[in-house]
């Protein structure tokens, strides 16, 4: 039976899901520093500070503040000095290196007493440093986006930690295809290392319910059963497109009467929110339902079950998001933000209106797929066929399994919507 050990935030709804969805492969799964309201006989948990040594505890208190300092110190005075004012700006709103500092000092010393034959890093700006101290060189990244599109290159250290930790793994498995000659050339990393691993749907979780049900749902939030339903389904923060939302779902209130708009929040959104609701009209105010702190899972596909249009509006590069995914499972038409990736999916048979700004002829392209709902179900029907096809192919473990890993390790971190 194959090993299979999770680091990182195990409230997260994403962590729980893979969980189960090693569990459900006959894969023993080692927790460290988690709990689980939930027993399993192939679920192991352990503490990180079982094994670190009275050395460790000290190094913990200074090394990672005193790196974090000097990075910020560093970059600040360099940004100033080159008057790169917009960047300074940028970097400040980043997270330090402190956390991933601590990181690579508390879980390596971990992976170095624990038996495992492959670790898997799942956010390699937080957790794919451990790989530069452990004594195993057998590891596979996957980046989400924002660690190796914006972290790792926010700063002269930083940049040099994500590409010493890049060039350390035996694989790197982005969710995306689009990313991987940006990779190639800013870091400098072997094309032969990547592999894509397109993000996974559980497919008992999100799927389509019936229109009794969906009704029904509506009736209880007191939404009309015609109600044209908008579903903001990333994070409302900076590089996912806050504003580009607010001017969209503002926009849209106004030409379609019958319209409702749902709200996703995130980690650092208050501010954003904030001002969102203090923008609308007082006669918009009833169109718009703000979910104001970060939901499970369930609740992201009971929103997403009962939307027409799911929509991403992300400005960083992005690759193939678990959130729009998920959010399509479940019947919601994606309106995105032109990308690349998007633009590499849409060729394999994905459906979805992409735009680069809000202008008149996006909003006829909505209302022509409100008043045609033949044409919205064939079109929606496109994207049950390309999930379809999706799960013809090989899926996330067999695709780890075919890498000739007898055991894996798992680094994971919170979501990113």
């Known amino acids: 039976m194959k090993r299979v050990v999770l680091l990182g935030n195990t409230g997260n709804g994403i962590f729980h ?78 997270p330090s290196l402190k956390q991933p500092i601590a990181n690579m000092l508390t879980y390596s010393r971990v992976l170095n007493h624990v038996r495992f034959d492959y670790a898997l890093c799942l956010n390699v700006y937080f957790f794919g440093l451990p790989a530069l101290l452990s004594k195993s060189r ?11 599109n914006r972290y790792g290159i926010s700063s002269p250290l930083r940049f040099l930690f994500m590409t010493q930790c890049l060039k350390s793994m035996d694989y790197i498995a982005p969710a995306g295809r689009s990313v991987i000659p940006f990779m190639i ?18 497919k ?4 389509i319910i019936p229109d009794a049900e969906r009704v029904k749902r509506r009736k209880e939030m007191k939404i009309s059963s015609n109600a044209v339903v908008f579903f903001s389904c990333r994070r409302f923060s900076e590089g996912w497109g806050p504003h580009i939302v607010k001017e969209l779902f503002i926009k849209l ?9 749902i709200v996703l929040s995130g980690y650092d959104s208050n501010d954003l929110i904030d001002q969102f609701k203090s923008e609308l009209p007082d006669s918009r105010k009833d169109q718009f339902l703000f979910l104001d702190k970060v939901i499970p899972l369930e609740e992201f596909s009971f929103y997403s079950q009962i939307a027409d249009f799911t929509v991403s509006a992300m400005t960083n590069r992005d690759m193939q998001s678990s959130s729009i995914m998920q959010s399509v499972a479940c019947g919601a038409y994606p309106m995105l933000l032109e990308q690349l990736e998007y633009k590499i999916m849409v060729n394999e048979g994905f459906s979805s209106i992409m735009f680069n700004e809000i202008d008149d002829n996006l909003i006829q392209e909505v209302k022509g797929l409100i008043q045609e709902p033949n044409v919205f179900h064939d079109k929606k029907s496109l994207n049950k066929d390309y999930f ?24 994971i971190v919170q979501s990113f919507y």
């Open 388 to 411: 379809i096809k999706r799960e013809t192919n090989k899926d996330y473990v067999t695709i780890l399994n075919s890498l000739q890993f007898n055991t894996l390790v798992f680094l």
């Open 17 to 94: 899901q893979m969980v189960h969805h090693f569990l459900n492969n006959n894969t023993q799964v080692i927790v460290i520093d988690g709990t689980f309201n939930y027993s399993h006989d192939n679920l192991v948990q352990i503490s990180a500070k079982d094994y670190l040594r009275a050395m460790d505890r000290v190094l913990l208190m200074v090394v990672p503040n005193i790196i974090s300092q000097l990075d910020t110190v560093f970059t600040i005075l360099y940004l100033c000095l080159s008057f790169q004012f917009k960047r300074l700006k940028e970097f400040r709103s980043l």
């Open 204 to 207: 008992n979780l999100f799927q």
């Open 138 to 148: 057998k590891f596979i990244a996957q980046p989400w986006g924002g660690d190796v």
């Open 185 to 202: 050339e800013k870091y400098k990393i072997d094309k032969s290392k990547f592999v894509f691993l397109p993000p996974t749907v559980d």
């Open 253 to 261: 209130s106004h030409e379609i009467p019958n319209s409702f708009f």
